[in-house]
């Protein structure tokens, strides 16, 4: 599928709320430690997705607490899963380079500081890997509404695999990337860009999070069936 880069980036500001919701969504991310917001954030991702499946072109608000809460949770679950094995290697490799380090020897340091950065780098490299299939698992949640429907192997395999997903998802990670760079720039104005950098992150994952969507329905062909509906509605002359 074809990607307008403008409109991608554009995207969340086409809502005339689109000042409070990106206002909204970075203060909950401020406060994510509490693990409360970010079940509310991750909510709203969803719905971002299932905007991007039905081609929305505004992006949703803040309005529904009750939903947001329980799908962010649902959600948040769904993620954690994906991320079990990167989670795991990275414990592994980081405790046990850090445990080397402990030693004080010349070669536990040189293997503590090896070990730390091959284990970072290896955990980042697993997170993407298993992120690319854990998208899929949230669009197909978003989309059925059913827990079991993030772990339909059948679906999950047959998007991955369809360069209609792959495309948009990768755009999807240029933006994150792009605006965490930023994000690095503006944490050198002490606290004041540390703050605005949660914000563009936030911006920033409206903006992949509909490019995911958009990019399921495609590979699932849902585009099509929007396509008949409007045209079944239309007028016969």
């Keep these: 599928m ?4 403008e409109e991608a980036v554009t995207y969340p500001t086409e809502s005339d709320d689109w000042v ?15 693990l409360f917001p970010i079940f509310l954030v991750t909510g709203y991702v969803v719905s971002v997705i299932r905007a991007g499946i039905a081609d929305d072109p505004e992006p ?3 309005n529904d607490w009750g939903t947001l809460l329980v799908e962010g949770f649902v959600g948040f679950v769904v993620t954690l899963v994906y991320q079990l094995v990167p989670l795991i290697v990275f414990g592994v490799t980081v405790g046990g380079s850090i445990l080397a380090l402990l030693t004080g020897s010349d070669v536990g340091a040189g293997l503590g500081i090896f070990g730390l950065l091959g284990g970072m780098s290896l955990g980042v490299l697993l997170s993407l890997a298993f992120g690319y299939f854990g998208v899929i698992g949230l669009a197909n949640y978003a989309h059925e509404r059913r827990f079991g429907a993030a772990f339909d192997v059948g679906v999950v395999r047959s998007v991955a695999f369809d360069g209609a997903y792959a495309v948009p998802f990768l755009y999807g990670v240029v933006l994150l990337i792009v605006a965490g760079i930023l994000t690095s720039v503006l944490s050198f104005v002490p606290l ?3 703050i605005v950098g949660v914000f563009v992150a ?3 994952q409206i903006a ?3 490019l995911w969507g958009l990019g399921y329905a495609a590979s699932r062909d849902l585009t099509a069936g929007r ?11």
């Design 2 to 5: 074809d990607i307008d880069i």
């Design 20 to 34: 409070v919701t990106v206002l909204i969504g970075g203060v909950l991310t401020l406060f994510s430690f509490l």
């Design 60 to 62: 949703p608000t803040f």
């Design 192 to 194: 004041l860009g540390q």
């Design 202 to 204: 936030f911006y920033a």
């Design 208 to 210: 992949a999070a509909r």
């Design 227 to 237: 396509d008949s509906e409007v045209d079944d509605a239309a007028p016969v002359a």
